[in-house]
């Protein structure tokens, strides 16, 4: 008997999990992470530093990837009447919750890391796929396709 005819062969493919439909919930999952995580330290009266990787050349010549601080700009808001509001942003744009409505009222800085919670539930569950795919493609829109280089 062959190895190979003792195996279970089957076609498959690798998923890319960066081009599948529901790509753009983990995207929006560690931005809301991100905003819980600023919302607590501000509860507490810590500093917030989010860091990004970049590529630096230390004195050996050497290039090396490090961690750099970045900004985190805060999803809450307070307005002229001094009323809270968190935003949830996909891109530079605020996502709609329903119909007409893109925040969530918050009486005091306290209560946003339980707002956030009780969205990144909605999240998991699907409940903001439908606004999400709109938002990615008015996002799509904007952008032009590269064009090709032309043939030397």
Known sequence: MSILKSLKLTAATPANPGNSEHAFRSKLLHYLAEQRALA???IAGTPFQ??????????AGEKVRVDAP????????TDATGKMFFQLKYGS?????A???NA????????VPVIIGSII????????DPQLTAAIAERKANFKPKAKKAAA
Do not use: S, Y
């Not at 989010?50 to 004195?59: D, G, H, L, S, Y």
């Not at 539930?121 to 903001?128: M, R, S, V």
């Open 70 to 77: 970045r900004q985190v700009r805060k999803g809450w808001f």
């Open 121 to 128: 539930d909605a999240i998991n569950a699907g409940e903001l």
């Open 99 to 101: 119909k007409g409505m």
């Open 40 to 42: 607590e330290a501000e």
């Open 50 to 59: 989010a860091t990004k990787k970049v590529t630096r050349t230390n004195e």
């Open 104 to 111: 969530v009222a918050v009486q005091d800085i306290k209560e």
């Open 93 to 97: 744009k605020p996502l709609e919750f």
